[in-house]
T-cell receptor
Framework: DADVTQTPRNRITKTGKRIMLECSQT?????MYWYRQDPGLGLRLIYY???????NKGEISDGYSVSRQAQAKFSLSLESAIPNQTALYFC??????????????FGPGTRLLVL | AQRVTQPEKLLSVFKGAPVELKCNYS??????LFWYVQYSRQRLQLLLR??SRESIKGFTADLNKGETSFHLKKPFAQEEDSAMYYC?????????FGTGTRLQVFP
C-alpha cells in the first residue's frame, strides 16, 4: 500500500543540538506538509511544499528549516533544538483534487523530546 | 483572521447517546471544511468533508454559514467512536486545524 513514513519515530536530544526528521512517501503526491501537535493547541503548520522547487513557511516556521530532496522526501530540521520544540511532529501529503476535494494523508508521527 | 474554534477539549457520553462536537470558523471567503479523526494508536485521517454531504460511520456535519458552524453529529454514539476529532478549514493552499475535541464513549 502507498504510504507516508517518518523516521525516527521517537527521539531524545539536548538543547542546542541539530536534529533532522525525515518523511518519505510512496503515494506519488506532489504536496507535502510538516505539522507539530501540542496538547491543547492542536496541529499547527510549520512548512509546506507543492513540488521540489517550492517551499513555503507555515504558521510557526521560526526555529525550523526544511529540505525537499525529491518528490518523495521532505525533511524537517531543527538547527539548534530548544525545550519548547518538544512535541509530536507529523508529516502529511495531499492529493490535489480541487480545493474542496483535497485529502491529507498523515504519517505516524515523530515524538521529539528536547532536554 | 482565519480561525477554527473547537470549544470543548473533552466530551464524554454513554453508548447510545447522541453526540455533537462543535466547530465554529472565521473565514472571509466561501469556506471549505473538513473533519479529521485520530483513533488511539492510529494516524490522523479524514472523516468527512462538507462538500460531499455524506454520512461516514454514522457521522454527519452540516455547514451553517449564518452561524459560521460545522458541527459534527451522530445520533447514537458507539464505543469505537472514542477518538480525537479535529475540525479543519481550507485557507487557500493549506488547512487550519482547530485545537481538537476528545470524545470518550463509555459502555
Amino acid at each position: 500500500d502507498a504510504d507516508v513514513t517518518q523516521t525516527p519515530r521517537n527521539r531524545i536530544t539536548k538543547t542546542g543540538k541539530r536534529i533532522m526528521l525525515e518523511c518519505s512517501q510512496t503515494k506519488g503526491h506532489d504536496r507535502m506538509y510538516w505539522y507539530r501537535q501540542d496538547p491543547g493547541l492542536g496541529l499547527r503548520l510549520i512548512y509546506y511544499s507543492f513540488d521540489v522547487k517550492d517551499i513555503n513557511k507555515g504558521e510557526i516556521s521560526d526555529g525550523y528549516s526544511v529540505s525537499r530532496q525529491a518528490q518523495a522526501k521532505f525533511s524537517l530540521s531543527l538547527e539548534s533544538a530548544i525545550p519548547n520544540q518538544t512535541a509530536l511532529y507529523f508529516c502529511a501529503t495531499s492529493d490535489w483534487g480541487g480545493r474542496a476535494q483535497e485529502t491529507q494523508y498523515f504519517g505516524p508521527g515523530t515524538r521529539l523530546l528536547v532536554l | 483572521a482565519q480561525r477554527v474554534t473547537q470549544p470543548e477539549k473533552l466530551l464524554s457520553v454513554f453508548k447510545g447517546a447522541p453526540v455533537e462536537l462543535k466547530c465554529n470558523y472565521s473565514y472571509s471567503g466561501s469556506p471549505e471544511l473538513f473533519w479529521y479523526v485520530q483513533y488511539s494508536r492510529q494516524r490522523l485521517q479524514l472523516l468527512l468533508r462538507h462538500i460531499s454531504r455524506e454520512s461516514i460511520k454514522g457521522f454527519t456535519a452540516d455547514l451553517n454559514k449564518g452561524e459560521t458552524s460545522f458541527h459534527l453529529k451522530k445520533p447514537f454514539a458507539q464505543e469505537e467512536d472514542s477518538a480525537m476529532y479535529y475540525c479543519a478549514l481550507k485557507d487557500t493552499d493549506k488547512l487550519i486545524f482547530g485545537t481538537g475535541t476528545r470524545l470518550q464513549v463509555f459502555p
